[in-house]
């Protein structure tokens, strides 16, 4: 008996949903991240103000000075949606754990002097206190924001920001050997400290700001911009010339977030600026408001590390920040 096997091909109506196809163009297959991100937040039929602000719509463009034409002109580089964001962290979070459980089973923390372990005491546990703020930072504009293509990129942030806090408080309990006294005398020094006194009013001035694309800007441009090259490349450098090389695997995380991170802000800022001359000028006054506050509040802290050179590393971090700013989102430093 013979048999025949035929094949069909079955050409699809379109290639993505309508309201994909509406912004990509048709005919075009859109990825997982542009179906899982374009239009995806409501628009219509909200049968309520809420009790809470009665100016606004639930969802409302008005909530910041930003204006655009398409709120889903954004797009992330990474393409991160809810799917490929969680398998990056879980691969992520695997090769942390084994860099914690390589410096504890050998105790490579102990290799540093007592004045250096003070010093990453002094300076790096405290910092778990400035994660948590930036933690409820990205998610009042994940609350407030307008686009999914914006509000998903900071809530994925905002729980970055949480397991940080978390690897921090973790690397306190390997310095004290699991007593909890290190991280009792960080938040006592967060509460009380002289050092840290401008970096928490910072940190508290950031949580009453109502525009949510300003706290955008000034959370996750001009705080982590400078902060992070100052404490996970910077100060990591220092530690590891002076006998504490361990600690940059367990900074590991820190450093390849913010590397990754900074690559959806400029985008976002970018898109932001081109979209019209009034928005460069809003964006670029956030920029010059939030900087000299930034610049003050890290001083105490990098003298904490660098002593009389403080004043040098943080311009340089600042020329680092101005030169990142011109080259990836078309903005200045005044």
Request: charged residues 25%; negative net charge.
């Amino acid at each position: 008996m013979q048999i025949d096997i035929k094949t069909a091909d079955v050409t699809p109506l379109r290639q993505t949903f309508k309201h994909v196809q509406e912004r990509i163009g048709d005919n075009k297959p859109a990825s997982r991240y542009q179906e899982a991100t374009i239009a995806l937040q409501p628009e219509a039929n909200f049968h309520y103000r809420p009790y809470w602000d009665s100016a606004n719509e639930l969802y409302d463009k008005n909530r910041t000075a930003i204006v655009m034409e398409d709120w889903y002109a954004f797009r992330d580089p990474r393409q991160f949606y809810y799917g490929s964001w969680t398998i990056a962290r879980a691969k992520q979070q695997d090769s942390t754990e084994r860099n914690f459980s390589f410096v504890e089973q050998r105790d490579l923390l102990s290799l540093m002097s007592d004045e250096w372990r003070q010093v990453v005491a002094d300076v790096l546990l405290p910092l778990r206190h400035v994660e948590y703020g930036a933690n409820l930072n990205n998610y009042y504009v994940t609350s407030y924001g307008y686009g999914a293509a914006i509000t998903q990129l900071t809530a994925f942030a905002g729980m970055d920001r949480l397991g940080i806090a978390q690897y921090l408080s973790r690397i306190g309990l390997i310095l004290d050997g699991n007593t909890g006294e290190l991280l009792n005398q960080a938040k006592e020094d967060w509460l009380q400290a002289e050092r840290w006194q401008s970096l928490r009013r910072l940190m508290e001035d950031l949580l009453v700001v109502e525009d949510w694309f300003e706290l955008l800007v000034a959370q996750t441009l001009v705080l982590d911009g400078l902060l992070y090259p100052l404490v996970y490349e910077r100060m990591d450098k220092a530690v590891s010339e002076n006998g504490g090389s361990s600690l940059a695997m367990l900074t590991e995380f820190m450093s390849e977030w913010f590397g990754e991170s900074k690559r959806w802000v400029d985008a976002t800022l970018k898109t932001a600026a081109q979209e019209s001359e009034a928005n460069r000028e809003q964006l670029q006054s956030w920029i010059n408001h939030w900087l000299p506050k930034v610049e003050a509040a890290l001083l105490p802290v990098a003298e904490r590390v660098f002593e009389s050179e403080a004043e040098d590393v943080l311009e340089e971090l600042k020329t680092e920040l101005s030169v990142r700013l011109k080259k990836k989102c078309t903005l200045e430093l005044s």
